[in-house]
């Protein structure tokens, strides 16, 4: 499962990685960030849909 996570604050990727560390570790979890900006968002989300097909 993947997971993009969006903030303006790096403390939430932070807390993300702390919740689902073992998930992570186990590679059931991958996570992405991105700071907000709302065209590298569209073109990550797009090469996300492409690459699930």
Known sequence: ???L???DERDVEMLFRQKFRKAIRSGAKEFFTKP???ESLK???HQMIE???
């Open 1 to 3: 499962m993947k997971f």
């Open 5 to 7: 996570v969006v903030d």
């Open 36 to 38: 907000i900006d709302f």
């Open 43 to 45: 073109t990550e989300l």
């Open 51 to 53: 690459q699930s097909d």
